[in-house]
């Protein structure tokens, strides 16, 4: 097959025209002037960060865990019903019920996440274009959309929930012994499970990264080039075998970027919490607290803000890997 013929061939798919390898601080360079002249990734970036469990971490800060005798309290009615058998019909309409909103919510949050990655991936491909760092655009007009993203993300899941099933018993050994007859009241619960496992929840980490990062490089297969789905998520995997140091760079970059940017906003707004919540309880003036709230949710925000950054620098890290890395 002649050199003329494939181009041809990827130009019909929709792949970039340019598509030579360059060098990987050239790429990453890449995505980090992506990422400062397209502040609207910015937000996609930041949609996709809290549809992805961020928004979960995002509000660690004003969450407060229950104790063993609040969840004794709370559950320990229903779940003896279940367990000896006798639940009433309201009881198991609230578990139905319960049960079909957390679907809900679990495919909200998937097809949002794909649909901020889809959209992130034409923003960055066009902006390269603009800056002359790619030649030439694919045409994604028709290209794969928000459904095919969701379905490569919800395929790189398996790994993880595997990963999961296997270390479920361990982890809910230790939650379950700190739970009921904790060590240490002093040190957070989540930090007294993870020092009790650390290795086996660093290997779900890690299957996690490695399903993530073999995801981000199928859904660009997918858009870029529109492969199918089954095609995309396999070459995805291929990818991780055919140039590994080069991917997992650009992946583990992009979260450290992630990290560095969101985890100090975050233990900064843990901390100016706890400091809202001792001037409330102290009685003081109604002003000095609105200032203090004020000031709280001012770190807080500019947290989201940083976690949008970090997760945009993040995807156009893949993105542009992906236009040069083939």
């Known amino acids: 097959m002649t050199a003329a013929v494939t181009a041809g061939q990827d130009a019909a798919r929709g792949a970039p025209a340019a598509r030579g390898r360059v060098g990987w601080r050239s790429a990453m360079s890449g995505a980090f002037v ?8 910015w937000a996609l970036g930041l949609a996709g960060f809290l549809a992805g469990g961020g ?33 009433s019909a309201e009881l198991l309409g609230l578990v139905a019920a319960g049960i079909l909103v957390v679907l809900a919510v679990l495919a909200g949050a ?3 996440g794909a649909w901020a990655e889809r959209q992130g991936i034409e923003i960055a491909v066009a902006a390269a274009v ?41 982890i809910y050994d230790v939650t379950y012994h700190e739970l009921i007859l904790p060590d240490d009241l002093v040190t957070p619960l989540p930090i007294r499970v993870i020092g009790a496992v650390p290795w086996l929840l660093a290997g779900v980490l890690a299957t996690w990264l490695v ?46 970027a992630l990290l560095l940017l969101t985890g100090p906003s975050l233990l900064a707004a843990a901390f100016g919490w706890q400091r809202v919540r001792d001037l409330i309880g102290s009685g ?43």
């Open 55 to 87: 928004i979960v971490i995002v509000t660690w800060p004003i969450v407060v865990l229950p104790t063993p005798t609040g969840l004794q309290n709370a559950l320990g009615a229903p779940v003896s019903s279940l367990v000896f058998g006798s639940p």
């Open 211 to 256: 399903s993530d990062t073999a995801a981000a490089e199928g859904v660009r297969r997918l858009v870029l080039e529109r492969r199918s789905v089954p095609v995309a998520w396999a070459m995805g995997w291929l990818d991780l075998v055919r140039r590994p140091l080069r991917v997992f760079s650009a992946a583990t970059l992009g979260l450290a």
């Open 34 to 41: 992506v990422t400062l002249v397209r502040p609207a990734s």
């Open 110 to 112: 998937l097809l949002t």
């Open 130 to 170: 603009d800056e002359g760092l790619i030649a030439a655009s694919p045409d994604l007009r028709g290209a794969p959309g928000t459904g095919r993203v969701a379905l490569i993300r919800l395929l790189s899941l398996v790994p993880v929930a595997v990963a999961l099933a296997l270390a479920w018993q361990p």
């Open 284 to 326: 003081r003036e109604p002003v000095v607290v609105l200032a203090a709230v004020l000031v709280w949710v001012a770190i807080w925000l500019g947290g989201l803000a940083l976690a949008g950054v970090g997760a945009a620098f993040r995807s156009n890290a893949m993105t542009m890997e992906a236009v040069h890395g083939s």
